[in-house]
């Protein structure tokens, strides 16, 4: 994602077998929030800039083969990213 001077937000997505979900370069303001996925071969969130607001954040999800998730993964225990985990608003 690159796009210099604006404001936006990645919400209610979920992110599956990808060697990177999210990787931010050049912008203004970004919220990255209620966002589930696995775990990212790279990274879940590469933030270059460093000042996006990341909150709500499910990272480490299991899912089957149908994308479906695996029984006992919520996405309620502690935000991966560090944030305050809350529940899911979705």
Not at 14 to 42: K, P, S
Not at 59 to 85: I, K, N, P
Request: charged letters at 20%; a negative charge.
């Amino acid at each position: 994602m690159t796009e210099p001077e604006t404001t936006g937000s990645i919400l209610h997505n979920t992110f599956i077998n990808n060697a990177n979900h999210i990787i931010l370069y050049d912008y203004d303001t970004l919220t990255i929030r209620d966002n589930a996925g696995d775990n990212a071969v790279g990274s879940n969130i590469n933030d270059i800039p460093g000042t996006a607001t990341k909150d709500h954040n499910f990272w480490g999800q299991e899912f089957d083969g149908s994308f479906y998730l695996v029984a006992g993964q919520t996405g309620r225990s502690a935000a991966s990213d560090g944030t305050d985990a809350g529940a899911l608003d979705w």
